[in-house]
């Protein structure tokens, strides 16, 4: 039997290093507990739908931006084992989790430590980016620059298809700019959930629906993809859970010079190492 290639690298900066971030459950001691949440929360119909409405090809290139131990990941691979799937995340011990998981499930994938505004890819590299209850734990500017990102990283025609809390369409509002997200992680937030998570389930299965949600939508167009929409919702005891998915245009330009999105970027990392998808 061989063994599955699984890499991890470490993306970080000297600056990033001392980067504060959310993990998964609020407070590091508590991530042993994260999968066995999610799981009796019913958040792997969030996965498994969210890599459906992806639309992953064998061979395409995914990086799942906040990965955490790797839930999207492992729903990406379960459905298209040929995927060649990378996992961005901050946290260490979450991306260490990941690595065991994928050992026990014998699938291939490459680990890289950082933050979702420095997707690991080269430009215009990526066929898929995706993401699942992550972007609400970084701060505003973080998710500003996971958009740019996103969009420089992908390929033209490729996809971003993001789960996450979002409050969902609201009459007369605008695309301009992304509203303040509101699922915070305040005092008092982790005790909340994990007493929600034991209480009697729902009689009744979470329902994907077709809808729109502007923060998401919002986010997306407003870095420069010019189909973003909801493409399904998710009503969850935790709040609304959007999947919005959006397009790299064919002919993606910066509108303050006129470069392609591409240059612009490239010129923006000079000397910085980013691990390649393929290494
Ligand atoms: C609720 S968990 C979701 C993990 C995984 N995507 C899932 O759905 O199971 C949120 C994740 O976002 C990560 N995170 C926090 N700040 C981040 C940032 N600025 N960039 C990327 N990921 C971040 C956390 O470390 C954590 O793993």
């Known amino acids: 039997m061989t063994t599955p290639d699984i890499q991890l690298f470490d993306q970080r900066t000297p600056d990033e290093r001392d980067r504060p971030f959310l993990p998964g459950m609020g407070r590091a001691w508590l991530l042993p507990l994260y999968d066995t949440v999610t ?25 799942d931006v906040g990965c955490g131990t790797g839930n999207l990941t492992f729903a990406v691979l379960a459905a298209t084992p040929q995927a060649r799937v990378t996992g961005l995340d901050p946290d260490g011990d979450a991306l260490r989790r990941a690595a065991h ?9 490459t680990l890289v430590q950082g933050y979702a505004d420095r997707i690991p890819a080269d430009d215009a590299a ?26 420089r990283a992908l390929r033209p025609g490729g996809t971003v298809t993001v789960a996450d809390f979002d409050s969902g369409p609201t009459q007369g509002a605008t695309t301009a700019a992304p509203p303040a ?4 992680h305040g005092p008092g937030h982790v005790l909340r959930n994990l007493l929600r998570i034991v209480q009697p389930r729902r009689s009744r299965a979470p329902v994907v629906a077709h809808e729109q949600g ?4 919002a986010l ?3 870095a420069g993809f010019t ?15 959007a999947v919005v998915r959006a397009t790299r245009p064919m002919d993606t330009m ?26």
């Open 227 to 241: 189909d973003a929409r909801e493409v399904a919702h998710l009503d969850h005891r935790f709040g609304r859970i």
């Open 126 to 151: 990526l066929d898929h980016v995706i993401s699942s209850l992550a972007l609400h734990h970084a701060d505003d500017d973080g998710r500003a620059g996971f958009a740019r990102d996103a969009l």
């Open 101 to 109: 998981k994928a050992h026990r499930r014998r699938v291939g994938l």
């Open 39 to 63: 799981r009796l929360a019913g958040v792997r119909a969030v996965y498994e739908r969210t890599a459906a409405l992806a639309g992953v090809a064998p061979g395409e290139s995914v990086v």
């Open 181 to 184: 997200h509101t699922h915070r």
């Open 254 to 279: 910066d509108s303050r010079n006129g470069d392609a999105v591409r240059g612009h970027a490239s010129a923006d990392r000079e000397g910085e190492e980013t691990p390649g998808h393929d290494s």
């Open 214 to 217: 502007d923060g998401l939508v």
């Open 220 to 222: 997306l167009t407003g």
